[in-house]
């Protein structure tokens, strides 16, 4: 399942800036490939520049190249997220961020870590200075809400778009029954007017075989059967004219709903 075919890259933009701006925690979200849907909220130089991304779609630290997951500390004490973001039991995107201290840093750490990785002490303080500080609980609690946010939205925007293609089928049966209902009312009044020529032969037909006297017996007998067959006739077509109007309206108020929506 590709995410792309069914969501607003643009509104989940949109959700995932304001997580950002919330709470300054990083964030973007990839697809199942890691290959990014969203561009990047709130990363600062030290995320950009000494960390990277995945394949899997999960941020490893360049210390210790660890794939993690679900809220999680790196080797240079940053706290980062991973989560899946699925529909029914299937993966579709991966939420990844944090990018945040839960302490003030430790300069004599971090100098260290610097010179492990062969970057320069001075620069590599200034960067981790720049990373925002929050307690551990407000982390994993933001994380976790921008999962559900994340998820809900994207379960959102796939009943929508396969609700809408269901709809539009719909909606096309629904076209089609109008204009079966068209003919049907076409031939009813088609039918009417044939059983009124029916009464009037009939009616002709009785008033010849009266004088014709016993030789119109027989041909009397004949009219009248023709005139019994007419009303019945007449009778049968009103009820299908009521059964047409009926259904007529029930399907001009399903239409008035889609028109609506």
Do not use: W
């Not at 946010?149 to 049966?173: A, D, H, P, T, W």
């Not at 030789?215 to 007419?230: E, N, P, T």
């Not at 009820?239 to 399903?254: A, P």
């Amino acid at each position: 399942m590709n995410i792309r075919d069914f969501i607003d890259i643009s509104k989940l933009q949109a959700v995932q800036d304001g997580f950002s701006n919330a709470t300054g925690l990083a964030a973007v979200v990839v697809d199942s490939k890691g290959e990014q849907l969203t561009e990047e909220s709130n990363f600062t130089d030290f995320c950009t520049k000494y960390t990277r991304g995945s394949d899997e779609g999960n941020r490893r630290c360049v210390k210790c190249d660890n794939e993690c997951s679900g809220v999680y500390s790196c080797h240079a004490g940053l706290m980062d997220f991973s989560i899946d973001i699925k529909i029914g039991d299937e993966k579709v995107a991966t939420a990844i961020g944090g990018q945040v201290l839960p302490n003030s840093p430790d300069e004599e750490k971090f100098r260290k870590i610097a010179s492990e990785l062969d970057i320069d002490p001075d620069t590599y303080i200034k960067a981790i200075n720049k990373v925002p500080v929050m307690n551990e609980k407000t982390i994993r609690a933001a994380a976790d809400l921008f999962g559900e946010i994340v998820n809900m939205f994207v379960n959102l925007e796939y009943s929508r778009s396969s609700s809408g293609g269901k709809l539009g089928k719909l909606q096309e049966e629904i076209n089609h029954a109008t204009e079966v209902i068209q003919k049907i009312n076409t031939n009813t009044h088609s039918l009417k007017s044939i059983a009124n020529k029916q009464k009037m032969l009939s009616l002709n037909a009785s008033i010849e075989a009266a004088r014709s006297g016993e030789a119109g017996v027989g041909f009397a007998v004949v009219a009248k059967s023709m005139g019994d067959l007419s009303s019945q006739s007449a009778t049968i077509y009103g009820d299908i004219d009521k059964s047409v109007i009926e259904v007529t309206e029930c399907i001009e108020k399903l239409t008035s709903l889609f028109e609506s929506n």
